[in-house]
Protein backbone atom coordinates (compact mmCIF):
# COMPACT_ATOMS: atom_id res chain seq x y z
CA UNK A 1 0.00 0.00 0.00
CA UNK A 2 1.73 3.75 -1.04
CA UNK A 3 2.14 6.08 1.63
CA UNK A 4 1.18 9.48 1.22
CA UNK A 5 4.43 11.68 0.64
CA UNK A 6 3.33 14.44 2.84
CA UNK A 7 3.96 11.48 5.72
CA UNK A 8 7.28 10.18 5.24
CA UNK A 9 10.85 11.73 4.61
CA UNK A 10 13.28 11.26 1.81
CA UNK A 11 16.07 9.73 4.48
CA UNK A 12 13.09 7.72 6.03
CA UNK A 13 11.90 6.13 2.76
CA UNK A 14 15.26 5.31 1.19
CA UNK A 15 16.16 3.99 4.66
CA UNK A 16 13.14 1.36 4.82
CA UNK A 17 14.26 0.58 0.81
CA UNK A 18 17.42 -0.17 1.35
CA UNK A 19 17.02 -2.57 4.50
CA UNK A 20 16.51 -6.10 4.00
CA UNK A 21 13.09 -6.30 5.73
CA UNK A 22 12.07 -2.45 5.42
CA UNK A 23 8.87 -0.90 5.35
CA UNK A 24 9.05 0.14 2.13
CA UNK A 25 10.26 -1.50 -0.83
CA UNK A 26 10.01 1.30 -3.44
CA UNK A 27 10.23 5.18 -3.23
CA UNK A 28 9.98 7.97 -6.03
CA UNK A 29 11.82 11.16 -5.39
CA UNK A 30 10.79 14.27 -6.80
CA UNK A 31 12.87 16.08 -8.89
CA UNK A 32 13.13 19.89 -7.41
CA UNK A 33 14.02 19.18 -3.63
CA UNK A 34 14.57 15.23 -3.78
CA UNK A 35 11.84 14.91 -1.67
CA UNK A 36 9.76 12.06 -1.18
CA UNK A 37 6.73 12.03 -4.59
CA UNK A 38 5.21 8.56 -2.78
CA UNK A 39 6.35 5.02 -1.61
CA UNK A 40 5.06 1.81 -0.37
CA UNK A 41 5.27 -1.80 -0.16
CA UNK A 42 3.40 -3.19 -3.24
CA UNK A 43 6.44 -3.85 -5.34
CA UNK A 44 7.34 -2.78 -8.99
CA UNK A 45 3.25 -2.50 -10.26
CA UNK A 46 2.25 0.17 -7.46
CA UNK A 47 5.28 1.90 -8.11
CA UNK A 48 3.82 2.08 -11.64
CA UNK A 49 0.83 3.27 -10.68
CA UNK A 50 2.54 6.60 -9.40
CA UNK A 51 4.54 7.52 -12.57
CA UNK A 52 3.15 10.77 -13.38
CA UNK A 53 3.11 11.75 -17.09
CA UNK A 54 4.31 15.25 -16.19
CA UNK A 55 7.02 14.31 -13.85
CA UNK A 56 10.20 13.29 -13.74
CA UNK A 57 11.33 11.25 -10.97
CA UNK A 58 13.88 9.07 -9.44
CA UNK A 59 12.91 5.81 -8.12
CA UNK A 60 14.67 3.12 -6.17
CA UNK A 61 13.28 -0.46 -6.09
CA UNK A 62 13.86 -3.53 -4.00
CA UNK A 63 13.48 -6.61 -5.68
CA UNK A 64 13.57 -10.15 -3.07
CA UNK A 65 13.87 -12.85 -4.44
CA UNK A 66 12.35 -16.39 -2.44
CA UNK A 67 13.48 -20.04 -2.57
CA UNK A 68 13.91 -21.74 -5.72
CA UNK A 69 10.32 -22.49 -6.94
CA UNK A 70 11.33 -25.62 -8.46
CA UNK A 71 12.89 -27.23 -5.37
CA UNK A 72 10.84 -29.25 -3.04
CA UNK A 73 13.05 -28.59 -0.35
CA UNK A 74 13.54 -25.36 -0.32
CA UNK A 75 9.61 -24.51 -1.29
CA UNK A 76 6.72 -23.09 0.76
CA UNK A 77 3.24 -23.80 0.82
CA UNK A 78 1.07 -20.65 0.66
CA UNK A 79 0.05 -20.92 4.12
CA UNK A 80 3.43 -21.86 5.58
CA UNK A 81 5.03 -19.48 7.54
CA UNK A 82 9.01 -19.96 7.96
CA UNK A 83 10.91 -18.85 11.30
CA UNK A 84 11.52 -14.95 11.81
CA UNK A 85 15.39 -14.94 10.35
CA UNK A 86 14.96 -17.46 8.84
CA UNK A 87 13.22 -16.03 4.99
CA UNK A 88 14.97 -13.32 5.18
CA UNK A 89 18.48 -14.55 5.44
CA UNK A 90 17.83 -17.11 2.87
CA UNK A 91 16.33 -14.33 0.20
CA UNK A 92 18.40 -12.33 -2.42
CA UNK A 93 18.05 -8.90 -2.50
CA UNK A 94 18.30 -7.13 -5.88
CA UNK A 95 18.09 -2.83 -5.75
CA UNK A 96 17.04 -0.86 -8.98
CA UNK A 97 17.15 2.86 -9.59
CA UNK A 98 14.56 4.04 -12.01
CA UNK A 99 14.88 7.49 -13.97
CA UNK A 100 11.24 7.72 -14.91
CA UNK A 101 11.42 10.97 -17.74
CA UNK A 102 7.38 11.18 -18.14
CA UNK A 103 6.48 11.55 -21.80
CA UNK A 104 4.24 15.04 -21.24
CA UNK A 105 7.60 17.06 -19.57
CA UNK A 106 8.62 19.58 -21.42
CA UNK A 107 12.06 19.76 -22.79
CA UNK A 108 13.45 22.59 -20.56
CA UNK A 109 11.64 21.17 -17.71
CA UNK A 110 13.41 17.75 -18.71
CA UNK A 111 16.65 19.09 -18.75
CA UNK A 112 16.55 20.90 -15.88
CA UNK A 113 14.93 17.85 -13.56
CA UNK A 114 17.00 15.71 -15.48
CA UNK A 115 20.40 17.64 -14.29
CA UNK A 116 19.59 16.22 -10.83
CA UNK A 117 19.93 12.43 -11.75
CA UNK A 118 23.65 12.10 -10.10
CA UNK A 119 23.03 14.16 -6.99
CA UNK A 120 19.38 11.62 -6.96
CA UNK A 121 21.63 8.69 -7.44
CA UNK A 122 24.14 9.47 -4.57
CA UNK A 123 21.24 9.83 -2.39
CA UNK A 124 20.40 6.67 -2.60
CA UNK A 125 23.71 5.09 -2.57
CA UNK A 126 23.78 6.06 1.16
CA UNK A 127 20.87 3.42 1.71
CA UNK A 128 21.86 0.25 -0.90
CA UNK A 129 23.62 -0.84 -3.95
CA UNK A 130 22.35 -0.27 -6.69
CA UNK A 131 22.93 -3.26 -9.04
CA UNK A 132 20.86 -2.38 -12.09
CA UNK A 133 19.97 1.04 -13.35
CA UNK A 134 17.00 1.78 -15.96
CA UNK A 135 15.68 5.19 -17.49
CA UNK A 136 12.23 4.67 -18.85
CA UNK A 137 10.19 6.81 -20.70
CA UNK A 138 6.88 5.02 -20.85
CA UNK A 139 5.41 2.22 -18.01
CA UNK A 140 6.65 -0.22 -20.20
CA UNK A 141 10.06 0.62 -20.18
CA UNK A 142 9.73 -1.05 -16.78
CA UNK A 143 8.43 -4.26 -17.27
CA UNK A 144 9.35 -7.07 -14.52
CA UNK A 145 10.76 -9.84 -16.86
CA UNK A 146 12.85 -7.20 -18.95
CA UNK A 147 14.86 -6.35 -15.26
CA UNK A 148 15.17 -10.40 -14.07
CA UNK A 149 17.24 -11.04 -17.23
CA UNK A 150 19.50 -8.33 -16.55
CA UNK A 151 19.89 -8.98 -12.93
CA UNK A 152 20.68 -12.72 -14.06
CA UNK A 153 23.57 -11.63 -16.86
CA UNK A 154 24.81 -9.48 -14.32
CA UNK A 155 25.10 -12.47 -10.99
CA UNK A 156 27.42 -15.26 -10.89
CA UNK A 157 25.75 -18.36 -12.62
CA UNK A 158 25.63 -20.23 -9.74
CA UNK A 159 22.51 -21.65 -7.60
CA UNK A 160 21.50 -18.20 -6.31
CA UNK A 161 21.27 -16.66 -9.70
CA UNK A 162 18.54 -19.71 -10.47
CA UNK A 163 16.52 -17.74 -7.88
CA UNK A 164 16.28 -14.67 -9.70
CA UNK A 165 12.66 -15.19 -11.29
CA UNK A 166 9.64 -14.09 -11.43
CA UNK A 167 8.19 -16.78 -9.23
CA UNK A 168 11.00 -16.23 -7.03
CA UNK A 169 9.92 -12.22 -7.01
CA UNK A 170 6.34 -12.91 -5.92
CA UNK A 171 6.85 -15.29 -3.62
CA UNK A 172 9.79 -13.09 -1.54
CA UNK A 173 6.94 -10.38 -2.10
CA UNK A 174 4.54 -12.27 -0.47
CA UNK A 175 7.04 -13.36 2.44
CA UNK A 176 7.93 -9.88 2.75
CA UNK A 177 3.77 -8.79 3.65
CA UNK A 178 3.07 -12.01 5.91
CA UNK A 179 6.44 -10.34 7.59
CA UNK A 180 5.27 -6.68 7.80
CA UNK A 181 1.68 -8.24 9.56
CA UNK A 182 3.74 -10.28 11.77
CA UNK A 183 5.45 -6.98 13.13
CA UNK A 184 2.59 -5.07 13.22
CA UNK A 185 0.76 -7.57 14.94
CA UNK A 186 3.86 -7.85 17.83
CA UNK A 187 4.13 -3.53 17.98
CA UNK A 188 0.08 -3.47 18.69
CA UNK A 189 0.54 -5.94 21.80
CA UNK A 190 3.52 -4.18 22.68
CA UNK A 191 1.72 -1.04 23.01
CA UNK A 192 0.27 -0.18 26.74
CA UNK A 193 -3.16 0.27 27.20
CA UNK A 194 -4.96 3.41 27.61
CA UNK A 195 -5.62 2.85 31.09
CA UNK A 196 -2.04 1.94 31.37
CA UNK A 197 -1.04 5.56 29.85
CA UNK A 198 -3.73 7.79 31.88
CA UNK A 199 -2.17 9.18 35.13
CA UNK A 200 -4.11 7.79 38.37
CA UNK A 201 -6.91 10.32 39.59
CA UNK A 202 -6.26 11.88 42.27
CA UNK A 203 -8.53 11.37 45.51
CA UNK A 204 -11.10 14.07 46.15
CA UNK A 205 -9.73 16.53 48.44
CA UNK A 206 -12.17 16.91 51.81
CA UNK A 207 -13.76 19.88 53.27
CA UNK A 208 -13.10 20.76 56.74
CA UNK A 209 -15.93 20.12 59.29
CA UNK A 210 -16.15 24.06 59.83
CA UNK A 211 -15.87 24.77 55.86
CA UNK A 212 -18.29 21.97 54.98
CA UNK A 213 -21.03 23.52 57.49
CA UNK A 214 -20.29 26.72 56.36
CA UNK A 215 -20.93 25.75 52.49
CA UNK A 216 -24.17 24.42 53.41
CA UNK A 217 -25.42 27.13 55.53
CA UNK A 218 -24.48 29.02 52.68
CA UNK A 219 -28.03 29.55 50.46
CA UNK A 220 -25.52 30.62 47.15
CA UNK A 221 -23.79 27.40 47.36
CA UNK A 222 -23.94 24.34 45.40
CA UNK A 223 -23.85 22.32 48.47
CA UNK A 224 -26.86 21.59 50.27
CA UNK A 225 -25.68 18.60 52.59
CA UNK A 226 -22.57 16.91 54.36
CA UNK A 227 -21.69 13.84 56.22
CA UNK A 228 -20.06 14.37 59.08
CA UNK A 229 -18.15 11.61 61.33
CA UNK A 230 -14.53 10.37 62.98
CA UNK A 231 -11.63 8.39 61.67
CA UNK A 232 -11.26 4.90 62.20
CA UNK A 233 -7.85 4.77 64.37
CA UNK A 234 -5.55 2.26 62.96
CA UNK A 235 -5.91 -1.17 64.12
CA UNK A 236 -9.37 -0.71 65.62
CA UNK A 237 -12.66 -2.09 64.63
CA UNK A 238 -15.75 0.50 64.89
CA UNK A 239 -18.97 -0.63 65.64
CA UNK A 240 -20.53 2.37 63.97
CA UNK A 241 -19.45 5.48 62.07
CA UNK A 242 -21.54 8.42 63.70
CA UNK A 243 -23.08 10.55 61.18
CA UNK A 244 -25.27 13.58 60.95
CA UNK A 245 -27.09 14.97 58.17
CA UNK A 246 -26.61 18.80 57.68
CA UNK A 247 -28.96 20.76 55.45
CA UNK A 248 -30.00 24.60 55.60
CA UNK A 249 -32.69 25.06 58.54
CA UNK A 250 -34.68 27.10 55.07
CA UNK A 251 -34.95 24.09 53.91
CA UNK A 252 -35.64 22.21 56.73
CA UNK A 253 -38.40 24.16 57.65
CA UNK A 254 -38.95 25.56 61.22
CA UNK A 255 -38.23 23.11 64.27
CA UNK A 256 -41.13 21.57 65.88
CA UNK A 257 -41.55 21.78 69.38
CA UNK A 258 -40.03 19.00 70.86
CA UNK A 259 -38.03 17.88 68.12
Not at 75 to 90: E, I, L, R, W
Not at 168 to 182: D, K, V
Request: overall charge positive; glycine content about 8%; some cysteine.
Amino acid sequence: EATPAQQVSAEEALGAVGAEAGSYNWALLEPNHLGVHACGSGGIEEMKEHLAEDKVLFGILRLPFGHNVGSKKTAHTPMSVPTPGAASSSRITKHVMVHWMGPAVGAVKRGRWNARSQEAATEIAKHCAVAVKREARRVADLDLEDIIRDLRRLTALDVAALRICKEGYFEALLQEAREREARGRREVQARPTVRELQPPSPSPSLLSLADAVAAVRDASSHLNWALCGWKQPPGELSESVPRAALTPRSVLGPRRAGG
